[in-house]
């Protein structure tokens, strides 16, 4: 009797070891013992740790490693820390990936694509402005220089009308809060930026309308440093897919990261962000993404 016992134990301990050997070797064998982790638009541990600090531990989980924050003041610090290998994991957004990447041989890892992620321009819901080649000679007001959602996408609508910032139409980065009261104001013709942002926006005694919406924008996205072993990439990629829903159960749970809610954890490439490629061309910056 004890030895069908023992039998029985040896036999779960081999089962058990065979998928934990399994689960490594998925990994492969340069698999790190810890991960460095960003996120390019918060500045200082406390801030990651607050509105990051519940993602970090449910991707330890995820990933069976040991996950630390390593804070950095802009994306460009994060691209310097990628290309001197101080940090493993970026949390980073759309324009600042292509940047990232055109400096570093990043590789995307996972995207979140996030409910009702577009650009929109608005007008005064009094205005004669009817669609997009009325802003002509016009003054658009816009969130501030590269940000996905409040300069590109906004941007990206107006060339597709054949209007080119200033040449077609003048430019002012006021924020987004700050760029609305222009609007409302009369100080502007028209406001671009986050459809999001905008529904959250209320001035008193003062009504907008939509006159155009993009088609839903690129991700943003965690990259992953060239430093670690591409089947090491490959089996974070497949274990986050395999555990999504508790990941991005654990990311809205930051203070600052409501903007996730609703949002899902889906495979990216990087020809995603080809968009983003294309207005800088188009306004000149191309410098930044070579």
Wanted: glycine share 8%.
């Amino acid at each position: 009797m004890k030895r069908r016992h023992f039998l029985g134990y040896s036999l779960y301990f081999i089962v058990g070891c065979s998928t934990t050997t399994t689960r490594n070797n998925e990994l492969g064998k340069n698999k790190p013992d810890l991960l460095r982790f960003t996120v390019t638009d918060e500045q200082g541990l406390e801030a990651l740790e607050q509105n990051y600090g519940k993602f970090r531990q449910a991707l330890e989980e995820v990933l069976e490693t040991k996950i630390e924050f390593v804070p950095v003041e802009s994306y460009i610090a994060a691209v310097v820390a990628f290309q001197s290998n101080q940090v493993d994991l970026i949390l980073t957004g759309p324009s600042e990936y292509v940047v990232i990447h055109a400096r570093t041989d990043a590789l995307p890892l996972i995207a979140i694509a996030r409910q009702d992620y577009y650009s929109i321009i608005v007008v005064p819901e009094q205005s004669n402005i009817q669609s997009l080649n009325q802003l002509s000679g016009k003054t658009i007001s816009l969130k501030k220089p590269g940000s996905t959602s409040g300069h590109l996408g906004p941007t990206k609508l107006l060339l597709d009308a054949g209007l080119k910032p200033n040449v077609n139409y003048q430019v002012m980065m006021l924020g987004s809060q700050e760029g609305m009261e222009a609007l409302a104001e009369g100080k502007v013709d028209a406001w671009g930026g986050s459809k999001t942002d905008y529904e959250g926006y209320k001035i008193s005694g003062k009504s907008f309308r939509e006159i155009e919406q993009s088609s839903p924008l690129p991700s943003d996205l965690i990259v992953a440093s060239d430093f670690l072993d591409p089947k090491v990439v490959a089996g974070y990629k497949k274990r986050i897919i395999e555990n999504k829903d508790q990941l991005i159960e654990a990311l809205v749970l930051g203070e600052e990261t409501q903007k996730y809610k609703g949002s899902r954890l889906v495979p990216v490439e990087d020809s995603d962000y080809d968009i983003i490629r294309d207005v800088y061309q188009a306004i000149g910056e191309g410098e930044l993404i070579r």
